[in-house]
């Protein structure tokens, strides 16, 4: 981009300055919610949040965890190299797998009602070999979404200020390790909430300066008539009569497709999406999943059908970066076609506000991958093959070991990518390829009793080889050699990941059926227990733990969870039928070039549904948590002016040392006053 529009000073100040204000907040949270809401850090909460996140939050932190730097950097990538359909081919690609998972959300639930992670479930039913081949690929999944986040989000740092890369790397995870180690789950939740909230307000501010305000863009009709004079200037190949305003794109269906099949592995392998649903509500899980897929729908769609159009219709005016020349290729993979929008259009302002979304998009990615991680390697490893009876105060050691280990092991991995050149584009396209093997047993371990170990063991071991042969041998056949730019490409990333999704389609059928099917009864499942926190707890003479977990295991809420299924198989059906097909196609398949008034109806439905978004997952969880809310800050008040030392909302009985019984409950279940120090 030539010379970066801030300062060092400047991305320093953001990356630091702002890394260590959510830390800061995040234990001042912390310790508020324990001195007036009964709320202490023990493992289960480390990792679960209790259990008890509504539906708005979670679909703020669903909204926040799929934001990653390449939904803002690639889908404006797409659209600047495909039009119109780049980045509804993003946005509706990587929809679907959310909305599809809200039914793996409630089986996961209804299953195994106190599972920690995935992977406890996997070992559950099938042992150890299984257990450890789903460790591999589910860690494999956060190593490339993490290494994705810090790839695209230092190249941006470094584009904008000037930043060293390698800089950058190590820097952005410095706030989020702080505030993830002291919140647990329950930071990333709150965190999330925050992080989505400035994300809308930024694609706010550059959808309405481009499409209303701007004094080189202002309206969709400029920002339609230069896309027109664009198309005849370097019309793309493969679309409807080479232009950018059609939704027949042939490499743009390509991407389609590898975006799918790539994203259905980062969500089906990737223990966070389980994590959230594992601390949802029973009741909450299938409305927060729903509504944070549509509400991220708009996210992509509109802010690359503004960016990365923008930068289109902008690179002939002499306040882009690069005028007069086009952006080059290798920015466009790196992803810097939203910045290079955002300076021509609102120079070193619209340079801050692309620093900030894309640390908000790291940041609140990344403390998901962090917990993700945490959890594996806690329950999953070190519980389970090291230290067995592990308390629970160890297992919060044993997480925040990892929080900081898994940070610096990225950081210095992501060093090395950039080194050698493999891009945040390069990454998005490999995912699938990778891990996408992996989603089909995966899923049919909580959905089919048939599958046996043998199926769920090797179909994804095989199905990684078949799409890594697939995947090379067309990069070989297709350019003669193999290098970064050859294997790359679309079409052999797009044999890659089509042979990782669909190839144990054929493997487990015949692994299942020649080894013997299982009959499940699902037993081995519920019996999973919690962690074991009494110490940890009981070190605290203020605080109360309520183990219990009501109606997890009861018929009523057995049979909710049963209704919630369903109304979850149809509902996600049906929106991915609208979404894929019903929709899409017709556009796609009559080559309909878009008129001015069509493009101008094209955004006025992204920014409506972006309004849309923001009541899901900004207003709603402040009206679902108004009770608490209030609860909490008229215990503050009533704390600092001394009225009242601080009534644990929830508690059950008086709690005054030396009153409780011998399991630590309160004596009178009828009072409510507490007496603590």
Request: some cysteine; glycine content about 10%.
């Amino acid at each position: 981009m030539g010379n970066p529009p801030l300062s060092q000073g400047f991305g320093y100040g953001i990356v630091l300055g702002l890394g260590f204000a959510f830390a800061f907040g995040m234990i001042l949270t912390t310790w508020v919610l324990k001195r007036y809401q009964n709320e202490v850090q023990t493992s289960e909460m480390f990792s679960t949040a209790g259990r008890t996140v509504r539906s708005g939050l979670v679909a703020s932190a669903v909204v926040s965890s799929w934001t990653w730097a390449a939904t803002l950097l690639q889908s404006s990538g797409v659209a600047y190299k495909y039009g119109v359909s780049g980045p509804f081919w993003y946005a509706s690609g990587a929809t679907v797998q959310i909305l599809l998972f809200a039914t793996l959300a409630i089986e996961l639930k209804r299953r195994a009602p106190n599972a920690h992670t995935f992977l406890e479930v996997i070992r559950a039913r099938y042992g150890v070999y299984a257990h450890c081949v789903y460790i591999v690929f589910g860690l494999c999944t956060n190593i490339l979404v993490t290494a994705m986040l810090l790839t695209g989000g230092s190249a941006v740092v470094t584009s904008l200020t000037g930043v060293p890369t390698a800089a950058a790397c190590f820097l952005l995870p410095v706030g989020v390790v702080l505030y993830t180690m002291f919140g647990g789950i329950k930071a990333t939740f709150l965190t999330d909430y925050v992080h989505t909230v400035m994300v809308l307000i930024i694609i706010f501010i550059f959808a309405f300066t481009t499409y209303a305000t701007s004094n080189i863009l202002g309206s969709p009709g400029k920002v339609y008539d230069l896309l027109v004079e664009a198309s005849k200037k370097h019309p793309v190949d493969g679309n409807a009569q080479g232009s950018y305003l059609t939704m027949q794109s042939r490499e743009g269906a390509i991407f389609f497709v590898i975006n799918i099949v790539g994203n259905f592995g980062t969500v089906f392998c990737d223990n966070g999406y389980y994590n959230k649903a594992i601390a949802a509500h029973p009741v909450s899980a299938l409305p927060g999943y729903v509504m944070g897929g549509l509400s991220w729908f708009a996210i992509p769609w509109l802010c690359a059908t503004t960016m990365g159009l923008a930068a289109l219709a902008t690179e002939t005016h002499p306040s882009f970066p690069t005028y007069p020349n086009r952006l080059p290729p290798a920015d466009v993979n790196a992803g810097l076609v939203l910045p290079s929008a955002a300076v021509a259009l609102l120079g070193k302002g619209g340079a801050a506000c692309t620093l900030l979304l894309v640390f908000m998009a790291v940041t609140s990615a990344s403390s998901a991958e962090l917990i993700a991680v945490s959890s594996i390697f806690t329950y999953d490893i070190y519980q389970t093959y090291f230290d067995p009876q592990a308390s629970g105060r160890r297992l919060i050691y044993m997480a925040h070991c990892c929080v900081v280990g898994f940070a610096v092991v990225m950081a210095g991995f992501s060093v090395g990518l950039y080194y050698i050149g493999i891009s945040l584009g390069y990454l998005y396209l490999l995912m699938g390829v990778i891990v996408s093997s992996a989603v089909l047993p995966a899923s049919l371990t909580l959905l089919w009793k048939r599958q046996n170990m043998i199926a769920a063991a090797l179909s994804p071991v095989l199905g990684l080889a078949t799409s890594l042969i697939a995947w090379l041998v067309t990069a070989k056949k297709q350019f003669g050699s193999l290098s970064v730019d050859s294997t790359g490409a679309n079409n052999p990333m797009l044999a890659g990941n089509v042979a990782a999704l669909l190839s144990p389609c054929i493997f487990i059928p015949i692994l299942t059926y020649a080894f013997g099917p299982e009959n499940y009864d699902w037993e081995t499942m519920r019996a999973i227990r919690r962690a074991d926190d009494d110490k940890l707890v009981t070190s605290d003479p203020e605080i109360v733990l309520d183990v219990s977990n009501p109606g997890e295991n009861d018929a009523e809420q057995q049979a909710r969870y049963v209704k919630a299924g369903k109304i979850a198989r149809w509902t996600t059906v049906g929106m991915t039928l609208i979404l894929l097909v019903l929709w899409p196609m017709p556009l796609y398949g009559s080559g309909y070039i878009f008129s001015k008034s069509f493009f101008t109806g094209w955004v006025a439905i992204g920014i409506l549904w972006l309004f849309g978004s923001g009541f899901c997952v900004a207003l709603y969880p402040l009206w679902e948590g108004r009770h608490s809310m209030a609860h909490t800050f008229k215990a503050i008040y009533l704390d600092i002016t001394g009225k009242k030392k601080p009534a644990i909302q929830g508690r059950h009985g008086e709690v005054i040392e030396g009153e409780t019984s011998d399991g630590g409950t309160p004596t009178d279940p009828e009072k409510t006053d507490v007496k603590s120090g």
